[in-house]
């Protein structure tokens, strides 16, 4: 168990839907990363919070955006949902310092019909 | 920025072979280096990381070491196990701009291993 929760492990919903993807980094950690994986696309860097302001932005479509509480979990928003969407999203957090890892939850599998 | 390279998959392999994957990192300031492994169906879990230069990272038969002067991260094995069929991803991480830690993942490595 890496401490990092995702919620939920599984989405189903329709094109055009919003769904809300929520992480809870591991106790003391004030990075979150969030990060897409489809079938033969490897791991995509979307977006990463530091203590509750964006600090890195990838390969994040318009269509979604992500906030980080002041508790420090984390939600992503994906909206006008097509097909392509459908794949695992894992959130990541790490401490502030060098030498830190980043500790994965076991992601989202959200699938888009 | 910094940027992780690693070499393109898949990597098929008879069980009990060596194994090595390569990876090559571009970074600014002076960054840890780390292995993930992806089991299928699962998340990421590290595999091993090294701080400094010259450490060695080792964990379950694989081992890295960090080489500064050929910013390498290579991961090997002597005799690789089917159990060990997954998807390998090398990292770095470094502080950003602001102080904040910034982690880079490279595309991942398909292993398979055969019997």
């Known amino acids: 168990d890496s401490g990092v929760t995702q919620t939920p492990k599984h989405l189903i919903t329709a094109t055009g839907q919003r769904v809300t993807l929520r992480c809870s980094p591991r106790?003391?950690?004030?990075?979150v990363y969030w990060y897409q994986q489809s079938l033969d696309q490897g791991l995509q860097f979307l977006i990463q919070y530091y203590n509750g302001e964006e600090r890195a932005k990838g390969n994040i479509l318009e269509r979604f955006s992500a906030q980080q509480f002041p508790d420090l979990h984390s939600e992503l928003n994906l909206s006008s949902l097509e097909l392509g969407d459908s794949a695992l999203y894992f959130c990541a957090s790490s401490v502030r310092g060098s030498g830190t890892e980043a500790f994965f939850g076991q992601g989202t599998r959200l699938t888009v019909v | 920025g910094d940027s992780v390279t690693q070499m393109e998959g898949p990597v098929t392999l008879s069980e009990e072979a060596f194994l090595t994957i390569n990876c090559t990192y571009t970074a600014t300031g002076y960054p840890s280096l780390f292995w993930y492994v992806q089991y299928p169906g699962e998340g990421l879990q590290l595999l091993l990381k090294?701080?400094?230069?010259?450490d060695k990272g080792s964990n379950k038969g694989f081992e890295a070491t960090y080489r500064k002067e050929t910013t390498s991260f290579h991961l090997e094995k002597g005799s690789v196990q089917v159990s060990d069929s997954a998807v390998y991803f090398c990292a770095l991480s470094d502080r950003g701009s602001g102080g904040y830690q910034k982690v880079t993942f490279g595309i991942g490595t398909k292993l398979q291993v055969i019997p």
């Open positions: 106790s003391g950690d004030l990075s």
């Open positions: 090294a701080t400094k230069a010259d």
